[in-house]
C-alpha cells in the first residue's frame, strides 16, 4: 500500500542549506502532485537497460515513519508490534527516520557487499554532524559544512602525519657517498655497455672534475648544465659538480634545440658539461667543457674540501610545466637526504647488489636509481641509448647483470611483461619499485604470479622531491593505495 517517489535534487556546493531545503520541498510538493502514479509503470514508460544487481532509477531510499499509531485493544487479549528482521537490503542505502515525541530515531540499511559497517558507522556520524551544523548555521553555504568528527580531524591532520624523525640533515649527498667510498672502494658502482668502474675510480674521477670546474668559478649554489649521453660521464659529471659545491641541471640530449635553450637561458646557466657532438646543434653563448676530455682527469684525486649546508641546492629539474613553459624546481641536499635516508628506512637494501637505471636524466626519478644507491653501495646497470629502445637488448642486459632491483613506471612494467623472457627477469629476491602513474590489481596480479619479489607502489610530486609517500609489499589481495608519507613529509588531502 506505499507508492514510492523518485526524487531529484541537485546540491550545488556555493548554496546555503536553506536555500537547498527550499529546493528539496518543491520538489517533494511536485511530486507528491503525481504520487497516485504508480512507480512500476513510471518505470516501464522510461524503458529503462534493466540490470538484475540494481534498481531501475535510484539506489538509495529515504523513509520518514510520521504516521499515527493509534493504540489497538480488543476485549480478550492484547496487540503489540512486532519487530520484523529482514536480512537482505533492498537497496545501496536506505535511511529511516521515525518521529518521536522529543525527536527522530533514525536506522541507516546497507549493502554489505557495497560497505563495511565502519563504513557505514562513519557516514552516520558525519550525517549527524551535519545535521548538528545547519541546525546552529543554517545559512551556511554547504561547501563550509564540516562533517569530521573531532576524533577523524585529529587523525588526518596529526596522528597520520606524525613523521618527525632524526636524520644527518647535516651532510651532503656526496658526502654519504664519500662514506661509501671509504667503506667498498672496490665495489663496482657503475656497469654501463659491458664496462665496469668502481667506487674508488668513480670517487677520484669526480674529484679531478670538481677540481677544475673551481677553477671556472663552480662555488655553492652555482648552476651547471649537464648534458651528455648515457655513460660513465654522465654520473662523474653529477658527483663532480656537487662536489665543487654546485648544482647540476640535467638535460636530455634527446629535448628539441628550443627547449634545451630556454632552459639553460631561464637557469642563468654560465657552465655546461657535455659533448663536442652534442653541442654542435646548440647556440650557446656559456662555457662549456668537454667530459670525454682525458685532460679533466688528471691532478689530485683526493676528496675536494668545500663547504655544502644543507639548505643549498643539490639539482634544479625542469618540469613540463602546467603553463606550457617549462619552470624549474629548485632541490636542496637535505630534501635528497631525508629522501634517502627515509627509503632506507622503509626499505633494507642490504640483500640487494644491483639496480636498474633506464630513467632519463631530466626525470627526478633518476636520482632514486643513482645517488641513492651511491650511499649503500650498490652497483648500477646504466643502459645505454640503444638498449633503452630496443626491448631485446635491453632484455638482455638485465638477464646478464642478474638485476636485483627495478624502479619504473606500470607502463613500462607492461611492456616487459608482453615479452615471453620476462619470466625469467625478475627474480624471486628482486624488487620491484612502481610509480609515475597509477597501479592496478592486474598488474600486481601478473607480477606476483611470476615473481616472489617485493611490490612497492610510490607517489610523490617533483617539487617534495621524488618520492614522497610508499606503500610497501603489495600483495596481489591488497587494496591499491599510495600508502603513508615518508619521514618528516605530511600529506592532506584537499578539494579542488
Known sequence: FVNTLALRNRPKAEQTFTALLGEVKENALKAYENQDYPFEKLVEQLDLRRDLGRNPLFDTMFILQNMDRTKMEIETGRITPYHLEHKVSKFDLT??????????????????????????????????????????????????????????????????????????????????????VERTPNHVAVICEGKEMTYLELNEKANQLARRLRTYGVQTDTIVG???????????????????????????????????????????????????????????????????????????????????????????????????????????????????????????????????????????????????????GLSIVLISNEEKKNIDLLIDLIDKTSIDIFQMTPSQAYLLLENKLTSKLFKNECMLLLGGEALNHSLVDKLSTISKGSIHNLYGPTESTIWSTFKENLQSSDNITIGSPIQNTQVYILGE
Not at 536506522?107 to 560497505?115: N, R
Not at 659529471?237 to 628550443?258: N, R, T, V, W
Not at 619552470?327 to 635516508?341: C, L, P, Q, R, Y
Open 226 to 376: 649537464l648534458m651528455v649521453e648515457r655513460s660513465f660521464e654522465m654520473l662523474i659529471g653529477i658527483m663532480g659538480i656537487l662536489k665543487a659545491g654546485g648544482a647540476y641541471l640535467p638535460i636530455d640530449p634527446a629535448y628539441p634545440e628550443e627547449r634545451i635553450e630556454y632552459m639553460l637561458e631561464d637557469s642563468g646557466t654560465k657552465l655546461l658539461l657535455s659533448q663536442e657532438h652534442l653541442m654542435k646543434r646548440l647556440n650557446y653563448p656559456g662555457q662549456w667543457m668537454d667530459l670525454t676530455d682525458r685532460e679533466l682527469y688528471t691532478g689530485d684525486a683526493s676528496n675536494v674540501s668545500v663547504t655544502t649546508h644543507p639548505s643549498n641546492l643539490i639539482y634544479v629539474i625542469y618540469t613540463s610545466g602546467s603553463t606550457g613553459r617549462p619552470k624549474g624546481v629548485m632541490i636542496e641536499h637535505k630534501s635528497v637526504v631525508n629522501f634517502i635516508t627515509g627509503l632506507l628506512d622503509k626499505i633494507d637494501f642490504d640483500s640487494f647488489k644491483t639496480i636498474l637505471s633506464q630513467t632519463t636524466i631530466s626525470f627526478d626519478i633518476f636520482a632514486l636509481e643513482t645517488l641513492l644507491p651511491f650511499t649503500v
Open 95 to 180: 535511511l529511516e527516520a521515525v518521529t518521536k515525541e522529543n525527536g527522530l530515531q533514525m536506522y541507516l540499511e546497507y549493502s554489505s557487499e557495497l560497505f563495511a559497517p565502519e563504513t557505514i558507522s562513519r557516514m552516520s556520524g558525519h550525517l549527524t554532524n551535519i545535521m548538528d551544523a545547519v541546525t546552529l548555521q543554517p545559512e551556511s553555504e554547504i561547501r563550509q559544512l564540516d562533517i569530521l568528527t573531532a576524533e577523524e580531524r585529529k587523525q588526518l591532520l596529526h596522528t597520520f602525519n606524525a613523521t618527525e624523525v632524526e636524520y644527518p640533515k647535516e651532510k651532503a649527498v656526496h658526502q654519504l657517498f664519500e662514506e661509501q
